[in-house]
């Protein structure tokens, strides 16, 4: 960068170290900053100049690793910019910020809002407290109270008082999409219009219909109120917290036909075998954030997990055939 002296380039640090320090922000905060890192700096400002001065910068952190990404929040459908970062695995910012157990707590966090049932996409607090009693050796209430405290202030989740739930925020929707695709692929709902995460939106009421799309995706995508995917007229269910306790089935059973023949002829051979397995399994259904974990779908051998969290995936595997079964009907 040229002239590292200069007041623009003074302003440019200025505008970095805010940046830091807040890791998300709205489109219009950025601007602002824009303005007072200029002023502060005495700076030459122009409104017309931000375009330029926000991809100097962005150049500048690409080459530390960092990136600023812009996604609409899917609460507020404001433009929201979220620093992230690029180098090592999506969890490495996560790794270098908790402590071995707060990680393996906030690992289970991702995964249980992430695959909630019915397309929930968050998780009560109580469910949320009692992760941390799973852990190996478990972790306080109080020590989980302060943790999930600690992920709200830094952004990496948001607490929704109304519901008494937490969800993903914009910066870990950002952050960790290559690791949420990754390693639960059969819970990744994508906007039909802009291809993005849905974590809250709307879904074709039509069973069976894939359509999903954020709520600022809705007038660009639907026309003549009619579903863009199955044409059936458009009167669409929630995704997100305002779907929890619907009875919505998670996308991965929603299969072809055919598809569910095939498996279901599987799960009866091995349904008998693991009899106790799929008795168990149907009675813990409905409620447990533990049953939850222990269903998903496949473990794909992620380097973030170790020896506890196989075992666990060794009881996923054993609960595939019941699952498939329950979830079939
Ligand atoms: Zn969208
Ligand atoms: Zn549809």
């Known amino acids: 960068m040229p002239n590292e002296g200069s007041p623009t380039a003074l302003a440019r640090r200025a505008y970095l170290q805010a940046i830091l320090s807040r890791r998300s922000l709205t489109e219009s905060q950025s601007k602002h900053l824009h303005r007072s890192a200029c002023k502060v700096t005495r700076a030459p400002y122009s409104e017309d100049e931000y375009g330029e001065f926000f991809d100097q910068v962005s150049n500048s952190l690409s080459k530390v690793g960092l990136e600023i990404r812009r996604l609409i929040d899917q609460e507020t459908n404001v433009a929201t910019l979220a620093l992230i970062n690029t180098k090592g695995d ?8 908790y402590s071995a157990s707060e990680l393996a707590f906030i690992k289970r966090l991702i995964q249980a809002i992430f695959t909630a049932e019915d397309e929930a996409y968050s ?3 109580i469910n949320a407290l009692r992760l941390g ?6 972790m306080s209430k109080r020590t989980c109270e302060k943790l999930l405290e600690n992920l709200v202030s830094k952004s990496w989740f948001s607490y929704s008082a109304s519901s008494g739930r937490y969800k993903f925020s914009t910066r870990s929707i950002l952050e960790l999409e290559g690791y949420l695709r990754n390693e639960f692929p059969d819970f990744v709902l994508e906007c039909y219009h802009c291809k993005n995460l849905v974590t809250k939106g709307l879904a074709c009421a039509k069973p069976n219909c894939k359509l999903r799309l954020h709520l600022h995706c809705q007038r ?34 929603r299969r072809r036909a055919s598809e569910e023949e095939e498996e279901e002829a599987d799960e009866l051979e091995q349904g008998e075998e693991n009899g106790v ?5 149907r009675l813990e259904e409905p409620t447990s954030t533990s049953t939850d974990l222990k269903r998903r779908p496949d473990s794909r051998g992620s380097s973030l997990d170790a020896g ?7 009881a996923a595997k054993r609960f595939r055939p019941s699952e498939r079964a329950s979830s079939s009907t």
Do not use: H, Y
């Not at 999506?90 to 910020?97: G, H, K, S, Y």
């Not at 009693?133 to 478990?138: D, Q, S």
């Open 220 to 253: 660009a995508s639907i026309q003549s109120d009619r579903c863009s995917l199955c044409k059936s007229s458009w009167r669409p269910l929630p995704v997100g917290e305002e779907s929890a306790g619907s009875g919505r089935k998670p996308k991965r059973t």
């Open 277 to 281: 397995d799929f008795a168990r399994d």
């Open 123 to 125: 998780l009560t607090s």
């Open 308 to 314: 506890a969290e196989e075992a666990e995936a060794g």
């Open 133 to 138: 009693g799973e852990l190996k050796p478990p």
């Open 90 to 97: 999506e969890m490495a910012q996560m790794a270098t910020n």
